[in-house]
Protein backbone atom coordinates (compact mmCIF):
# COMPACT_ATOMS: atom_id res chain seq x y z
CA UNK A 1 0.00 0.00 0.00
CA UNK A 2 1.24 3.54 -0.56
CA UNK A 3 -0.39 7.33 -0.48
CA UNK A 4 -3.40 7.31 -1.77
CA UNK A 5 -3.94 9.30 -5.42
CA UNK A 6 -7.90 9.74 -4.77
CA UNK A 7 -8.68 13.22 -3.45
CA UNK A 8 -11.41 13.69 -0.69
CA UNK A 9 -10.82 13.83 3.38
CA UNK A 10 -12.42 11.38 5.54
CA UNK A 11 -13.28 7.85 4.07
CA UNK A 12 -14.27 8.14 0.59
CA UNK A 13 -15.53 4.66 -1.05
CA UNK A 14 -14.17 3.32 -4.22
CA UNK A 15 -14.50 0.77 -6.61
CA UNK A 16 -13.20 -2.22 -4.57
CA UNK A 17 -12.69 -0.39 -1.18
CA UNK A 18 -12.31 2.64 0.61
CA UNK A 19 -9.88 5.98 0.67
CA UNK A 20 -8.77 7.10 4.41
CA UNK A 21 -7.42 10.29 4.87
CA UNK A 22 -6.56 12.53 8.06
CA UNK A 23 -4.82 15.34 8.29
CA UNK A 24 -2.69 14.92 11.30
CA UNK A 25 0.13 17.44 11.60
CA UNK A 26 2.17 16.20 14.39
CA UNK A 27 1.59 12.41 13.86
CA UNK A 28 4.47 10.14 14.00
CA UNK A 29 2.62 7.64 12.80
CA UNK A 30 -1.37 6.97 11.35
CA UNK A 31 -3.15 3.87 11.29
CA UNK A 32 -6.61 3.12 10.72
CA UNK A 33 -8.65 0.18 12.93
CA UNK A 34 -12.30 -1.08 11.75
CA UNK A 35 -14.28 -4.02 11.08
CA UNK A 36 -12.27 -4.53 8.10
CA UNK A 37 -9.06 -5.08 10.05
CA UNK A 38 -10.69 -7.04 12.98
CA UNK A 39 -10.01 -3.97 14.88
CA UNK A 40 -5.86 -4.17 14.04
CA UNK A 41 -3.96 -1.38 15.70
CA UNK A 42 -1.10 -1.72 13.75
CA UNK A 43 -1.70 -3.60 10.06
CA UNK A 44 -3.41 -0.34 8.29
CA UNK A 45 -0.93 2.06 7.99
CA UNK A 46 -1.86 5.30 6.75
CA UNK A 47 1.36 7.09 4.54
CA UNK A 48 2.44 10.25 5.22
CA UNK A 49 1.80 13.12 2.36
CA UNK A 50 4.88 15.40 3.91
CA UNK A 51 2.29 17.94 4.03
CA UNK A 52 0.43 16.82 7.56
CA UNK A 53 -2.14 14.64 5.15
CA UNK A 54 -1.84 11.27 5.35
CA UNK A 55 -4.08 8.45 3.48
CA UNK A 56 -4.09 4.91 2.71
CA UNK A 57 -6.55 3.00 0.00
CA UNK A 58 -8.02 -0.13 1.76
CA UNK A 59 -9.19 -3.10 -0.34
CA UNK A 60 -11.72 -4.73 0.64
CA UNK A 61 -12.97 -2.36 3.04
CA UNK A 62 -16.77 -1.42 2.37
CA UNK A 63 -19.34 1.03 2.99
CA UNK A 64 -21.40 0.52 6.34
CA UNK A 65 -17.78 -0.80 8.49
CA UNK A 66 -17.00 1.05 11.93
CA UNK A 67 -13.54 2.24 12.15
CA UNK A 68 -11.45 4.80 13.88
CA UNK A 69 -7.74 6.42 13.31
CA UNK A 70 -4.99 5.44 15.48
CA UNK A 71 -2.72 8.31 15.71
CA UNK A 72 0.24 7.55 17.61
CA UNK A 73 2.37 11.23 18.53
CA UNK A 74 5.72 12.29 19.07
CA UNK A 75 5.94 10.86 22.45
CA UNK A 76 4.65 7.16 21.07
CA UNK A 77 1.02 7.47 22.76
CA UNK A 78 -1.40 5.56 20.64
CA UNK A 79 -4.12 7.56 20.25
CA UNK A 80 -7.78 5.81 19.26
CA UNK A 81 -9.78 9.56 17.40
CA UNK A 82 -13.19 9.16 15.96
CA UNK A 83 -12.68 11.18 11.92
CA UNK A 84 -13.60 14.65 12.12
CA UNK A 85 -14.68 14.20 8.46
CA UNK A 86 -17.26 11.33 9.28
CA UNK A 87 -20.00 11.19 6.95
CA UNK A 88 -21.77 9.27 9.65
CA UNK A 89 -21.55 7.94 13.43
CA UNK A 90 -22.70 4.94 15.24
CA UNK A 91 -22.79 3.70 19.06
CA UNK A 92 -21.94 0.17 19.65
CA UNK A 93 -21.33 -1.13 22.84
CA UNK A 94 -21.43 2.26 24.36
CA UNK A 95 -18.23 3.43 22.44
CA UNK A 96 -19.20 5.70 19.27
CA UNK A 97 -17.22 4.91 16.06
CA UNK A 98 -16.80 6.28 12.96
CA UNK A 99 -18.82 4.84 9.82
CA UNK A 100 -17.92 4.35 6.11
CA UNK A 101 -20.55 5.92 4.37
CA UNK A 102 -21.63 7.20 1.14
CA UNK A 103 -22.32 10.76 1.17
CA UNK A 104 -20.69 14.29 -0.84
CA UNK A 105 -16.99 14.14 -0.20
CA UNK A 106 -15.13 16.62 1.54
CA UNK A 107 -12.45 18.52 -0.40
CA UNK A 108 -9.11 18.70 0.55
CA UNK A 109 -8.24 22.26 0.66
CA UNK A 110 -11.35 22.65 3.10
CA UNK A 111 -8.94 21.34 6.08
CA UNK A 112 -9.37 23.99 9.20
CA UNK A 113 -12.06 25.75 7.29
CA UNK A 114 -14.83 25.36 9.50
CA UNK A 115 -16.93 28.37 7.50
CA UNK A 116 -16.67 26.72 4.50
CA UNK A 117 -17.08 23.40 5.36
CA UNK A 118 -20.35 24.14 7.12
CA UNK A 119 -21.52 25.55 3.60
CA UNK A 120 -21.38 22.03 2.38
CA UNK A 121 -23.42 20.23 5.35
CA UNK A 122 -27.11 19.76 4.84
Known amino acids: M ?7 MGATPF ?3 VTFRLWAPFASHVFVAGEFNAWSTN ?3 LFSESNGYWSVDVPGAVVGQQY ?3 I ?4 QRSL ?7 RSMTQ ?22 KTKLHNLLP
Request: a positive charge.
Open 80 to 86: WRNDPYA
Open 92 to 113: RGGTLNSLAAVKEPVPRGLVGS
Open 2 to 8: AISRRPF
Open 72 to 75: VDQN
Open 68 to 70: KYV
Open 43 to 45: STP
Open 15 to 17: AGG
